[in-house]
């Protein structure tokens, strides 16, 4: 059952920019396009149709963010999780490249959306360092960072006293660190993209979940339970949350918890200890940690769980997780809980659908949503 309170919960609703919660649809209206989910993928995809002048609205069973986007760690990451020649023998010889060149760039398209629009989302490009938690873990990142160097994402190897200064963890002695990757305030980023969609143009909904579509003469129509809403094309981007109002779409991700935990405001000192040069971290275990810092003192660190309220055994993973990386600090350490849905794939890569005639879809880009689902989002328009 989805809680707001899960949502609410979240160090990011207190440190985000405000954006006024937009109205509930009520009535009926046209529109050429409707896009039904307003995180990173449905607001990028109503911001760039909005910009070419087409009728777009958006539509969220909550409002802007409240999905994953919005309670995300924000680590810029652009990397898939296979090597390039797999991508290329499992899609082919057009569509292969394509997502290469797609996964390559997704971090500069972040970073340059920002700048573009001039995004207030605290967004920090310092590089993402990934750590190996085991021997074979390390020749397998050693293998990524080769492959997909040659294919074109700069990517390093740090070691041993380097890694222990940029990460000030003694956990991990061998990291990559992709040099275009980052970090940012993912509710902050969310509600600009909304702003920045809705002065040009796009109309954005709260509190309009949709429940039903069908076919109407060579349209769409949709309903919530007070508008009904009548569409050339409708583009699903629901991810994690998707339900059964598009038959089978459901069934093409399998939806995980991610949790995390975000400490109190950290003292100069204790601050400075930790990623002091700004990097982001995770590591290469199948049940990821993953951490940061904020810009305002605090440190941020995950894993996946059970639920989305992160209480009981996920907050005890949280303790583990952080304690086994970063042992200077205690449970007590941490002031705010919380979690949301990913969308992980059976093949690990992003899909895009086209299920019927004027809809489509954009979903599971496997943890990695902040740059991908951005691309995603350009891509669908
Ligand atoms: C705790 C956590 C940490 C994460 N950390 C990172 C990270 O550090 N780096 C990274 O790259 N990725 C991370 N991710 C993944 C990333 O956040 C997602 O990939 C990305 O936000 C997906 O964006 P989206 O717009 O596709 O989906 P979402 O942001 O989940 O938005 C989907 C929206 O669809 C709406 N919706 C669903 N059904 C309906 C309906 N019937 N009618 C109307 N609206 C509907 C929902 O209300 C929701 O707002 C994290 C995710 C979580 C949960």
Request: aromatic share 8%.
């Amino acid at each position: 059952m989805l809680n707001f309170k899960d949502a609410d919960q979240s160090l990011w609703q207190h440190t985000a920019i405000k954006l006024p919660k937009p109205e509930k649809l009520t009535g009926a209206i046209k529109a050429d396009v409707t896009v039904i989910g307003a995180g990173f993928t449905g607001l990028r995809t109503a911001l760039e149709l909005a910009q070419k002048g087409v009728n777009v609205i958006v539509l969220d069973s909550h409002e802007p963010g409240w999905g994953a986007s919005g309670r995300s760690g924000g680590q810029v990451n652009p990397l898939a999780h296979a090597q390039p020649n797999e991508i290329i023998d499992q899609l082919g010889d057009v569509f292969g490249p394509r997502m290469l060149e797609n996964y390559i760039h997704s971090a500069d398209e972040v970073f340059d959306l920002i700048d573009k629009h001039d995004l207030q989302c605290d967004s920090v490009r310092k590089g993402w360092l990934r750590g190996a938690h085991c021997k074979s873990a390390k020749s397998e990142l050693e293998k990524m960072a080769k492959n997909w160097s040659e294919a074109g994402l700069g990517i390093d190897s740090i070691e041993g006293e380097q890694l222990h200064k940029l990460t000030g963890s003694t956990a991990y002695s061998f990291a990559t660190l992709v040099k275009s990757g980052g970090s940012l305030h993912p509710l902050s980023y969310t509600r600009e993209l909304a702003r920045v969609a809705m002065e040009k143009g796009a109309k954005i909904y709260s509190d309009s979940k949709v429940s039903n579509i069908n076919r109407k003469g060579d349209n769409w129509q949709l309903t919530t339970d007070t508008a009904t809403i009548e569409s050339e094309w409708v583009v699903f981007c629901t991810n994690g949350y998707t339900d059964d109002t598009l038959k089978g779409l459901k069934q093409t991700v399998i939806p995980l918890i991610s949790v995390q935990g975000a400490t109190r405001e950290l003292t100069d000192e204790e601050y400075a200890q930790v990623l002091p040069e700004g990097h982001t971290i995770s590591d290469t275990r199948r049940v990821i940690y993953y951490g940061r810092r904020d810009n305002r003192n605090r440190i941020l660190f995950g894993s996946l769980g059970s639920s989305e309220l992160c209480e009981g055994s996920d907050r005890d993973r949280i303790h583990n997780a952080f304690k086994t990386v970063f042992p200077q600090f205690k449970p007590s350490d941490i002031e705010f809980y919380w979690g949301g849905r990913i969308a992980h794939t059976k093949d690990f890569l992003p899909h895009l659908h086209e299920p019927a005639p004027g809809i489509l879809a954009g979903l599971g880009c496997n943890g990695r949503g902040v740059a991908m689902s951005t691309v995603m989002g350009r891509i669908l328009s």
